[in-house]
């Protein structure tokens, strides 16, 4: 499950200081060696001052019109080394009235996803939100709407300042809840190549299934051949044949060769031919994509 760690971290890290660490003790593609530096993010969080520094310098590029480091409301990027960027997110009470269900999406609140790349956070402002966590192998399914998933529940615990949690990607799931006050939390998210060929899900915990994509790149491309179902010309019978045959994701070619299947059923069936059975048989599943779902690749954690 996630690895949580209360230990009392006396050192202070600059982020300067803790980009260094990173790039430097860190290997981002290990999750073993993200828990056992996780320590350091909890020493940045010691700095109490960089985050508000940073929305200082963020309003003063808005200022100069120069490009900004906002990725949504929610989020704002800080810093970044090869593999890896830190990032905060401010987590607000849901005021009940007509913006109550879009703050509700923004934020991510009820909703259960897990993430395809490791990540830590570490509560930094405010008494923190409660996170529902649950685990699952996503080597174990095809992700396909509506398939049941083994779902092993690990409780609720909260992200209070100090607290920080190491998350594994395609392995844990979390829903979190609305705080009860204004929290800002730090993120390290690690960027490996895994993110351009798997996806991240939403759940619905209680019946134990896959609802949708959660907005990864592979979710959005698939969300991309979709639209090619409904919207094509002659080409795209070439393109789709291209993509089914040679895309390094499965999911994604499998994707392509369900579209062509509607578009030239012949061209769906001399293909199949040749490509390998673990595509072929992905190809007659619906599988999920990104329509519908917030772009995780972008903002959430």
Not at 249 to 264: E, G, I, M, P, Q
Not at 269 to 292: E, F, I, M, Q, Y
């Amino acid at each position: 499950m996630v690895s949580i760690q209360d230990a009392v971290v006396n050192d202070a890290l600059t982020l300067a200081e803790f980009i260094e660490h990173v790039e430097t003790k860190v290997d981002v593609d290990d999750y073993d060696s993200v828990v056992e530096n996780a320590w350091a993010l909890r020493a940045l969080a010691n700095d109490r001052d960089f985050v508000l520094r940073g929305y200082h310098e963020e309003l003063k590029r808005h200022w100069q019109a120069e490009a900004a480091n906002v990725q949504s409301s929610q989020t704002t990027r800080l810093g970044a080394g090869k593999g890896f960027y830190v990032r905060s997110n401010v987590w607000l009470p849901i005021a009940e009235g007509a913006h109550a269900a879009f703050e509700r999406q923004l934020y991510s609140y009820d909703l259960a996803h897990d993430h395809n790349f490791d990540f830590v956070t570490v509560g930094y402002f405010g008494s923190g939100y409660d996170t529902d966590l649950y685990s699952y192998d996503y080597d174990a399914v095809d992700g396909f709407v509506g398939e049941h998933v083994d779902l092993e529940d690990h409780g609720t615990h909260k992200l209070h300042p100090g607290r920080v949690m190491v998350y594994r990607g395609g392995r844990d799931i979390h829903v979190q809840r609305t705080p009860p006050d204004v929290s800002v939390s730090l993120n390290l998210l690690c960027t490996s190549r895994r993110m351009h060929k798997t996806q991240q899900y939403l759940f619905d915990v209680t019946n134990r299934t896959i609802v949708n994509g959660a907005g990864d790149l592979c979710s959005m491309r698939m969300f991309v051949l979709e639209i090619l179902r409904h919207v094509n010309d002659q080409n795209t019978i070439d393109v789709l044949s291209n993509f089914a045959e040679k895309h390094p994701s499965d999911r994604s070619r499998a994707y392509a060769l369900n579209v062509l299947r509607d578009l030239d059923a012949d061209e769906a069936d001399r293909l199949s031919c040749r490509l390998p059975t673990d595509v072929v048989r992905l190809s007659a599943k619906t599988l999920v994509n990104g329509a519908g779902s917030r772009d995780y690749s972008r903002t959430a954690a």
